[in-house]
């Protein structure tokens, strides 16, 4: 199995790389907490829920500092049990995300 981390600046695209990737044929989930990454990743190994064992999740590491601390030690848990991780961390140029965010 293969898992896809996209994490990032606000309004830098992380929604839209997901719905890319689910395009694709991954499963995907936004939002998710850092603390429940093991728990999904082996949820859908071991119901076998994404095509061809690809899967990514969105995770904002804004939103719980203390969980970031742990995602060292979070990703090598995954790669012991034989996940593949990959990490995306998306940017925007101060222009662009002035932008989008004038928009909302």
């Known amino acids: 199995m293969s898992l896809v981390i996209i994490s990032g600046?606000?309004?830098?695209?992380?929604?839209?790389a997901l719905n890319a990737l689910e395009d694709m044929g991954y499963y995907c989930i936004d939002n998710l907490p850092a603390g429940l990454l093991d728990a999904f990743a082996s949820e859908i190994r071991d119901q076998h829920l994404a095509a061809d064992g690809k899967a990514a999740a969105g995770i904002d590491a804004r939103s719980m500092?203390?969980?970031?601390?742990?995602?060292?030690?979070?990703?090598?848990?995954?790669?012991?049990?034989?996940?593949?991780?990959?990490?995306?961390?998306?940017?925007?140029?101060?222009?662009t995300l002035l932008q989008r965010f004038s928009e909302t």
């Open 65 to 95: 500092p203390e969980q970031m601390e742990q995602f060292p030690g979070i990703i090598a848990g995954l790669e012991a049990k034989g996940i593949a991780t990959r990490i995306l961390f998306l940017q925007a140029d101060d222009s």
């Open 9 to 16: 600046l606000s309004g830098s695209g992380k929604s839209v």
